[in-house]
T-cell receptor, first 116, second 114 residues
Framework: GAVVSQHPSRVICKSGTSVKIECRSL??????MFWYRQFPKQSLMLMAT?????????EQGVEKDKFLINHASLTLSTLTVTSAHPEDSSFYIC????????????FGPGTRLTVL | AQSVTQLDSQVPVFEEAPVELRCNYS??????LFWYVQYPNQGLQLLLK??????LVKGINGFEAEFNKSQTSFHLRKPSVHISDTAEYFC????????????FGGGTRVLVKP
């Protein structure tokens, strides 16, 4: 158990467009999902925490109007990068925890975003 | 606020040799510790975790780690590595509750040589 998927795995978009990334827990109910950003050869930086049915909590320095997070169900959270710019190019990873996995975050495979 | 330090950014090691990856943390409250592995262009896979109880934790793929509260460390070890262990390894900590947000170390890149 504890499988988390992300879609798409890679996306290339033009500057100024919006991109939506999906994160799904396939075999458990994810009451909490986390969104991370990872630059090449660097560690993960937490962007926001989302609880099902509630507004996301953003980390300091993360623009909530640019990175829209929705967690409308116990198996799906989405991250929308609005008006993307080349500096938004990065590897985005989600993680989930919930029932029965309440003490361990399980990670998705990541989404590589390239903004031209 | 808590922090995690992985002292080695890269560790080259020969196949079948032992390896130790060092992780130190700082926190004024109770901690829960995790080691994750990341293969190229992939997400993170849980290797092992310390929540409570025995300070020696065994994980997948032959890895183990020991929680040392006095030294605020959680070093990861494997007695004999394989080529397939070449990856990036991350130490992470959550405080207050195991399900709280994670703070990651900078990562250690392990390169296993034949």
């Amino acid at each position: 158990g504890a499988v988390v998927s992300q879609h798409p795995s890679r996306v290339i978009c033009k500057s100024g467009t919006s991109v939506k990334i999906e994160c799904r827990s396939l075999d458990f109910q994810a009451t909490t999902m986390f969104w991370y950003r990872q630059f090449p050869k660097q560690s993960l930086m937490l962007m926001a925490t989302s609880n099902e049915g509630s507004k996301a909590t953003y980390e300091q320095g993360v623009e909530k109007d640019k990175f829209l997070i929705n967690h409308a169900s116990l198996t799906l959270s989405t991250l929308t990068v609005t008006s993307a710019h080349p500096e938004d190019s990065s590897f985005y990873i989600c993680s989930a925890l919930g029932t029965p996995h309440t003490d361990t975050q399980y990670f998705g495979p990541g989404t590589r975003l390239t903004v031209l | 606020a808590q922090s995690v330090t992985q002292l080695d950014s890269q560790v080259p090691v020969f196949e079948e040799a032992p390896v130790e990856l060092r992780c130190n943390y700082s926190s004024s409250v109770s901690v829960y510790l995790f080691w994750y592995v990341q293969y190229p262009n992939q997400g993170l896979q849980l290797l092992l975790k310390y929540l409570s109880g025995s300070t020696l934790v065994k994980g997948i793929n032959g890895f183990e780690a020991e929680f040392n509260k006095s030294q605020t460390s959680f070093h990861l070890r494997k007695p004999s590595v394989h080529i397939s262990d070449t990856a990036e390894y991350f130490c992470a900590v959550s405080v207050g509750a195991a399900g709280n947000k994670l703070t990651f170390g900078g990562g250690t890149r392990v390169l296993v040589k034949p």
